[in-house]
């Protein structure tokens, strides 16, 4: 499974010489997620002189979409916005690209190996289905999204769908101003470049060349769009459902052991407090215009009859993680303020230590014969017990990021969180809003 990657300039990504075996030309790759467990990619690809190769099948499932110049397929000239979608052991026409082309290409359940064949009649593998699809997506029309969120506004081109997996390519463009102020996860991945415009959200900025590749059931939102719209080429390896969750907070933090604000203390000494929370990470960074957005996405749910919670900015407002620690500290209080069985406490005697007196008068709810008093709170929703059925057992137990196929009626899981991105670099905020 690829790792999570969010959000990222592709600029930040370094250029390789492009995987493109059997061609002639000269290309360069940036590769915005790799899995190396099967060989699926997402890149970027230039090409630096007129590039081509002859007919022959893919190893892998194979999407070439130009952002700019011409691609050229079998005797079909295409410019920005031509799409091919190769199927694994689907014999595919030559395809050539000219130099100056700016293209993403992706490989999917499969590496960059590529068989040549006399011509695209040969035979196809045994376990190969779909056919080849040729699109020219400038020449399509925007159709409106059946299910955009809490209001219209965001519309979808249909690329590629495959009728078994649920697998999809396609555009979507988002109006300026269309908004939506509730997070979300999915059952599939979900991986976005951006081609135009500028939308904020809570893991950064989405806005020309900025890629993500999200791993199923991350949690993400807070959408708000700005001048000009977004568009972006996005991707999910199945049937896209959304589950929303409103009123988001979550709160953590430590302490220095060796380290605080005056920097290294390596002498024996109390722990310092010296670690971020979301809500100290989370200064205002949303606009007017932001909050604008998210309130009227709110009031418009609320005027189709949904039940839903009025907006506040992150770490605003009633504060849901104090409470809970408000609870926390209560029931430490209750038990005596001991901990359980950590004596690395201070205790609150005023007299002196060294007497050899007993404390059984004080500790005896350490003793078997009056076990102390264990105080159960209840902390809401526990995420796990919503997990499907075999998820524990399946070959995926192991990765909470993993998607599974849902259908109406299933259980739905509960989302994840992922504060901190496997890769991160200019467009990345983490400053805690929605996760």
């Not at 110049?69 to 295409?78: A, E, K, L, P, R």
């Not at 977004?230 to 896209?240: F, I, K, M, N, Q």
């Not at 009123?247 to 722990?271: I, T």
């Amino acid at each position: 499974m690829r790792p999570h990657v969010e959000l990222i300039q592709e600029d930040d990504y370094v250029w390789h010489a492009a995987e493109l075996p059997g061609g002639e030309g000269r290309a360069s790759e940036r590769r915005l997620s790799v899995d190396e467990e099967d060989g699926s990619c997402s890149l970027r690809v230039d090409f630096h002189t007129d590039w081509g190769r002859g007919p022959g099948i893919h190893h892998a499932n194979t999407e070439y979409y130009v952002l700019e110049g011409q691609m050229t397929y079998g005797d079909q000239v295409i410019g920005k916005g031509g799409y091919v979608y190769a199927p694994r052991g689907v014999p595919v026409e030559s395809i050539r690209f000219a130099e100056g082309t700016r293209m993403l290409h992706y490989r999917e359940y499969g590496d960059a190996g590529f068989d040549p064949v006399d011509s695209p009649a040969a035979p196809r593998w045994d376990d190969a289905r779909e056919d080849v699809i040729v699109v020219d997506s400038e020449a399509m029309t925007w159709d409106a999204v059946p299910n955009p969120g809490p209001m219209p506004g965001l519309f979808i081109k249909y690329l590629h769908v495959d009728p078994v997996t649920g697998f999809y390519t396609r555009l979507v463009h988002a109006q300026e101003g269309w908004a939506d102020h509730r997070l979300a996860h999915h059952p599939c991945y979900e991986e976005a470049y951006t081609t135009q415009g500028h939308m904020e959200y809570n893991f950064g900025t989405l806005d020309l060349g900025t890629y993500f590749f999200r791993p199923a059931r991350v949690k993400h939102g807070h959408f708000t769009t700005m001048e000009g719209g977004a568009t972006w080429l996005l991707r999910s390896d199945g049937e896209l459902a959304n589950w929303y969750t409103q009123n988001e907070w979550v709160r953590w933090g430590g302490e220095g052991v060796n380290y605080g604000p005056e920097g290294l203390d390596e002498k024996p000494h109390p722990a310092a407090r010296w670690a971020h929370s979301t809500h100290d990470m989370a200064e205002p960074w949303r606009t007017d215009e932001d909050m604008r957005q998210l309130t009227a996405s709110w009031q418009f749910q609320k005027d189709q009859g949904q039940y839903d919670a009025p907006v506040a900015h992150h770490g605003s407002g009633a504060d849901k993680s104090a409470i809970a620690i408000a609870k926390a500290l209560d029931a430490y209080n209750l038990q005596g303020g001991h901990g359980g069985h950590d004596h690395t406490h201070s205790h609150d005697h005023d007299h002196d230590h060294d007497d050899a007196h007993s404390h059984e008068h004080e500790h005896d709810h350490d003793s078997a014969e009056a076990p102390r008093e264990v105080i159960n709170l209840d902390w809401g929703w526990a995420g796990r017990a919503t997990e499907h059925a075999d998820e524990r057992t399946d070959a995926q137990a192991h990765n909470w990021g993993a998607g599974r196929v849902w259908k109406p009626g299933d259980p739905i899981p509960a989302p994840i969180l992922s504060s901190m991105p496997v890769r991160s670099r200019s467009r990345g905020r983490w400053d805690g809003d929605g996760m």
